[in-house]
């Protein structure tokens, strides 16, 4: 057992303190937010992952999890430290917003008087590492006995206590001319994951900051890929999902990922993008990540497609089109409506004057926060009441489960626009409606 503390409480760093915790750790979350610290150490979480809440509740009452404001206890309490704070876009720009970090080591490192090892898991421009270890250093009493390394995460948002609990892999950044504690603190605190078998990649901080924005900008250009030949499928008459089984299957290109759609969206992968192009252009190197500009583009050409079918659907015109938007998190599973594509698109039918009427499992309370003027319906069966046109903009299970029958006696028109290609193509049709995927046909 370690004694650990995490600081910084959002996604990333809640779910990290309970999965220590689930691995036998005593675990401090420390946050500055007082409101949210407070929710946590009741057992209760601010946002929506599946498996979280149970998780949590369960080690704040066995008293291995608590929540404090106050950095000095975790200072006093702990021999580990992870950093999971967020790095969000800068405003105006495309760098990534260091604040937080900055932030932690400035209050934790004056506090460090013992050897500690600090872990960082949130998503850095490459280089950050070396320039933390040398502030800690400079910082804390203990000087050279604090080490650094980088572990960064590879969470994904419905699936995050799984990721955290049972990974493909674990990744660490250490300092080549420091090899030894570290890494060996690290593999105590994994040892369960690790004797399950996950890969460890131990490495250069450098190297272990650049996988998860490597990774990212992978994924990204993957999807956009796939959405692209659906812009081509769509001019020739072909079917994106067939191409996209014809090329999975050749391992080197593989099928996870190439599922066209409405895009990606959420809190990491579009600003990780930005702000892996912003620090390859300071580094010099900026021309070779400059695909990625593309790979955003295609992404967001993927919204208007489906405001342009939408208007298309209602006769050209969307004002006082009454049309249901199913879905406006930006994945299911999550509550997150973060650059949400399905958001994106409700808000631009509704500012083109549209009638819309938004439904989703989990989000809704969010989405109206962001677009009070949005209506919100109770159920897909209310939502869908009356419309000219539905969207499914979000893959929920709900959706894909729907009854096309039943609500094809709800609606004006029997119009869908899969904006997620999830739907039961066959079933949707036999039922009367006229189907229109993105980059598949009818059958």
Not at 68 to 90: C, L, N, R, W, Y
Not at 251 to 265: D, H, P
Request: proline share 5%; hydrophobic share 45%; glycine share 10%.
């Amino acid at each position: 057992m370690e004694r650990v503390s995490v600081f910084g409480t959002g996604y990333l760093g809640a779910t990290h303190a309970a999965g220590m915790a689930e691995l036998g750790h005593e675990v401090i979350g420390v946050d500055t937010d007082e409101a949210k610290v407070a929710r946590l150490q009741a057992g209760d979480l601010p946002f929506f992952e599946p498996g979280l809440p149970e998780l949590l509740a369960r080690h704040v009452e066995s008293g291995r999890l608590r929540f404090t404001t106050d950095p000095a206890e975790a200072a006093s309490e702990a021999d580990v430290h992870f950093i999971g704070v967020g790095t969000p876009q800068k405003h105006g720009k495309h760098a990534a917003d260091l604040t937080q970090v900055h932030a932690v080591v400035d209050a934790l490192a004056p506090l460090l008087d013992r050897p500690a090892v600090i872990l960082g898991k949130s998503t850095v421009p490459v280089g950050t590492a070396a320039q933390l270890t040398m502030r800690f250093q400079e910082l804390a009493p203990a000087g050279a006995a604090v080490e650094l390394g980088w572990n960064p995460e590879f969470l994904r948002e419905g699936l995050a206590v799984q990721d955290t609990l049972r990974p493909d892999r674990i990744v660490l950044g250490v300092d080549p001319g420091r090899p030894g504690s570290v890494e060996e603190v690290t593999r105590r605190i994994y040892a369960p994951i690790l004797d399950a078998g996950t890969p460890v990649i131990v490495t250069d901080l450098a190297t272990a900051e650049l996988a998860k924005v490597a990774a990212n900008a992978f994924l990204a250009t993957k999807i956009s890929f796939i959405n692209a030949m659906a812009e081509v499928c769509d001019a020739v008459g072909a079917d994106v999902r067939d191409l996209a089984d014809a090329i999975g299957h050749d391992a080197r290109i593989g099928r996870a990922f190439l599922n066209a759609g409405l895009g990606f969206g959420g809190g990491c992968l579009p600003k990780d993008l930005r702000a892996f192009r912003a620090r390859a252009s300071e580094l010099g190197v900026g021309e070779s990540l400059a695909f990625l500009r593309e790979v955003e583009s295609i992404n967001t050409r993927r919204r208007g497609r489906v405001v342009d079918l939408a208007r298309q659907a209602v006769g050209g015109r969307l004002e006082g089109a009454r049309i249901a938007v199913l879905g406006v998190a930006f994945k299911p599973d999550s509550d997150d409506i973060r650059d949400s594509p399905a958001l994106d698109v409700a808000g631009r039918l509704h500012l083109e004057g549209a009638d819309v009427l938004v439904y989703d499992p989990r989000a809704m309370a969010n989405a109206a926060r962001s677009w009070p003027t949005l209506a919100f319906a109770d159920s897909v069966e209310d939502a869908v009441a009356g419309a000219r046109l539905v969207i499914v903009a979000t893959e929920w299970q709900e959706f894909r489960e729907a009854d096309p029958g039943a609500l094809a006696k709800l609606v004006v028109e029997r119009q869908v626009i899969d904006a997620r290609n999830c739907l039961d193509v066959d079933a949707w049709c036999a039922a009367g409606w006229r189907y229109q995927g993105l980059g598949r046909h009818a059958s």
